[in-house]
């Protein structure tokens, strides 16, 4: 648990690390070392017809993005800073909206520069049991959709195979309507993750209230991370949609407005289940603490009525240990009787029986009523 935690650790600074230095002139692009080399997929479409290639040369670009009514250019990996350039040169692409889709720590949100919309929005899934997040920085022209991802894989597949289908919807809509399509896509792989982490809490409170461990400690908080990770993904995003809701812009027609409201819907819904499940994280903790409360509890029950039934136990042989057999008529006539060994243990197995009696008449001794919660929970 230390190694991934310190793994995760590892990543999560990585993933807000500067490729620029403080000071550095704006506008450039310096890709990290590190980063997957660039490919290219480009889907051009129209209602009639679609071409899906994968492209090598950024300059056949220029005669592809033209030929039909919307063209999806499909960037993964960050790592070739030349081909970057070349493409944002080629659809005219502001060098401080560039230099953020290189600078991967940025907060989702839309900015505006004129011919074309930049939307920065984050991709979560989850990876060795534990929420990976990475940026998706979209461009939104007249014409033409531009994406950019970390790396290759990603949630926008059912995207392409409704592009691929010649009735759907997607294909008689514009660019705008493929913007939506990326960010509902993104915004729906939210909820997957969600249920996971839903699933291993529920996991984690069974564990808690039955067999608490110090390990439980290392996962609430992981699961605390976790939902912090969703929770920087989904809320700017909410105020990104709100912003290409409300600002009026010639890139989205009022029609496309309709289907970023039911997306603004969908990430409202990931916010109020992320806010529920961080009081049931925050909860745990809680639980665990009174779990091992309750236990430490109980053991102190347990050698507190073993040391008091001991105590008269103790003072009785105390006594008949004592060496006052003499003649003098002042001493311990059971000493020399001929069944003082035998009335002595009956003196303690009695003693000990009516504490007992006691202790459970009183309700400090509950064994049928502990066996009887342990059969209902573990029937087999």
Same mark, same amino acid.
């Given at each position: 648990?230390?190694?991934?935690?310190?793994?995760?650790?590892?990543?999560?600074?990585?993933?807000?690390?500067?490729?620029?230095?403080?000071?550095?002139?704006?506008?450039?692009?310096?890709?990290?070392?590190?980063?997957?080399?660039?490919?290219?997929?480009?889907?051009?479409?129209?209602?009639?017809?679609?071409?899906?290639?994968?492209?090598?040369?950024?300059?056949?670009?220029?005669?592809?993005?033209?030929?039909?009514?919307?063209?999806?250019?499909?960037?993964?990996?960050?790592?070739?800073?030349?081909?970057?350039?070349?493409?944002?040169?080629?659809?005219?692409?502001?060098?401080?909206?560039?230099?953020?889709?290189?600078?991967?720590?940025?907060?989702?949100?839309?900015?505006?520069?004129?011919?074309?919309?930049?939307?920065?929005?984050?991709?979560?899934?989850?990876?060795?049991?534990?929420?990976?997040?990475?940026?998706?920085?979209?461009?939104?022209?007249?014409?033409?959709?531009?994406?950019?991802?970390?790396?290759?894989?990603?949630?926008?597949?059912?995207?392409?195979?409704?592009?691929?289908?010649?009735?759907?919807?997607?294909?008689?809509?514009?660019?705008?309507?493929?913007?939506?399509?990326?960010?509902?896509?993104?915004?729906?792989?939210?909820?997957?993750? $969600?249920?996971? $982490?839903?699933?291993?809490?529920?996991? $984690?409170?069974?564990?808690?209230?039955?067999?608490?461990?110090?390990?439980?400690?290392?996962?609430?908080?992981?699961?605390?991370?976790?939902?912090?990770?969703?929770?920087?993904?989904?809320?700017?995003?909410?105020?990104?949609?709100?912003?290409?809701?409300?600002? +009026?812009?010639?890139?989205?027609? +009022?029609?496309?407005?309709?289907?970023?409201?039911?997306?603004?819907?969908?990430?409202?819904?990931? =916010?109020?289940?992320?806010?529920?499940?961080?009081?049931?994280?925050?909860?745990?903790?809680?639980?665990?603490?009174?779990? =091992?409360?309750?236990?430490?509890?109980?053991?102190?029950?347990?050698?507190?009525?073993?040391?008091?039934?001991?105590?008269?136990?103790?003072?009785?042989?105390?006594?008949?240990?004592?060496?006052?057999?003499?003649?003098?008529?002042?001493?311990?006539?059971?000493?020399?009787?001929?069944?003082?060994?035998?009335?002595?243990?009956?003196?303690?197995?009695?003693?000990?029986?009516?504490?007992?009696?006691?202790?459970?008449?009183?309700?400090?001794?509950?064994?049928?009523?502990?066996?009887?919660?342990?059969?209902?929970?573990? +029937?087999?």
């Amino acid at each position: 648990m230390a190694k991934r935690t310190a793994h995760h650790h590892h990543k999560v600074r990585k993933a807000f690390r500067r490729q620029s230095s403080p000071g550095a002139e704006p506008g450039v692009i310096r890709v990290d070392p590190e980063a997957p080399r660039t490919h290219i997929r480009v889907l051009s479409f129209g209602p009639d017809d679609l071409e899906e290639s994968e492209v090598r040369d950024v300059e056949a670009l220029a005669a592809i993005a033209g030929r039909r009514p919307v063209t999806w250019v499909d960037v993964e990996g960050l790592g070739d800073a030349d081909t970057l350039a070349r493409i944002g040169t080629l659809f005219g692409l502001h060098p401080l909206a560039m230099e953020d889709v290189v600078n991967v720590h940025q907060r989702p949100k839309v900015e505006s520069y004129g011919d074309h919309l930049f939307i920065v929005a984050r991709m979560l899934s989850i990876t060795d049991g534990q929420v990976e997040g990475e940026q998706v920085s979209v461009f939104l022209g007249r014409n033409v959709v531009l994406t950019f991802q970390e790396r290759p894989g990603d949630c926008l597949e059912p995207v392409r195979t409704r592009i691929r289908r010649a009735q759907s919807s997607i294909r008689r809509q514009g660019a705008d309507h493929l913007a939506y399509a990326v960010l509902d896509a993104l915004i729906d792989g939210y909820f997957p993750v $969600l249920e996971s $982490l839903g699933d291993r809490m529920e996991a $984690l409170e069974e564990e808690i209230l039955q067999s608490p461990s110090t390990d439980d400690v290392a996962a609430v908080h992981q699961v605390k991370r976790d939902l912090l990770a969703v929770r920087r993904a989904a809320w700017p995003l909410r105020d990104a949609l709100s912003t290409m809701i409300r600002d +009026p812009s010639e890139l989205v027609q +009022p029609e496309t407005r309709v289907f970023l409201r039911d997306c603004y819907d969908h990430c409202v819904q990931v =916010i109020d289940t992320l806010e529920t499940f961080r009081e049931i994280a925050s909860a745990l903790m809680d639980a665990y603490m009174s779990a =091992i409360s309750h236990r430490m509890n109980e053991v102190m029950k347990v050698l507190t009525l073993i040391a008091t039934i001991f105590i008269p136990l103790t003072f009785v042989a105390g006594v008949y240990g004592m060496n006052f057999d003499t003649d003098s008529p002042w001493n311990m006539p059971e000493l020399k009787w001929r069944y003082g060994y035998v009335a002595f243990w009956a003196l303690i197995a009695v003693t000990t029986l009516t504490m007992v009696l006691v202790f459970r008449s009183r309700g400090w001794i509950e064994r049928r009523a502990m066996s009887r919660r342990r059969s209902r929970r573990n +029937p087999g």
